[in-house]
């Protein structure tokens, strides 16, 4: 037990090292893994204007896609909440393809959301009735909190005054769509 443990502190150093060394080598076309995975959160790192914008987008793909979904299955209100937040999503999306190209930060934007979201996407779309509320609510509230702390773990220390004014102009909505959220559960 003792060997583990002490072979475990002596790796520490070099993994810090290895992921410090990724994150210093992002370019702008290259897609943040140690973001979406956890690893700059996990090491109080903040992520950067190109991972801000993909992330948002990724968020906007999904709330298009649920829109849809809910459009079919969700109550009245779920219905009314849905259509907000894909109107929001739309919205950004404007921006974010301006900030992309007036900043020219050229990064390639992914066409569909990761596999993971997708999947989500898909398990969504084979609810029906209380079981579809729930799980919508709920992925919504995971989705729309991650992304409120990712923008806050942002505006920390932002590295472009475009992004963080993106950032400071979206914050204050997703809240109030979290808010929203509160009320429909």
Known sequence: MIRMVAGLVAILPAIVVFAGAIAGSETPRKRSLIEEVGIKRLFGWPPNGHDVLRLMHEFDLVQLRAAGIAATRGTDAVQRFALAQAEHARQREAAIVRLNMFALLNIDFAADPSLVRRNELAGLQGAVGQA??????????????????????YLLNPDNDDIRRFAQQQLPLLQQAREELQRLE
Do not use: E, N, S, W
């Not at 579809?132 to 773990?153: E, N, P, S, W």
């Open 132 to 153: 579809f509320m729930r799980d919508y609510i709920a992925k919504q509230r995971d989705d729309i909190v991650d992304t409120i702390a990712m923008l806050k773990r």
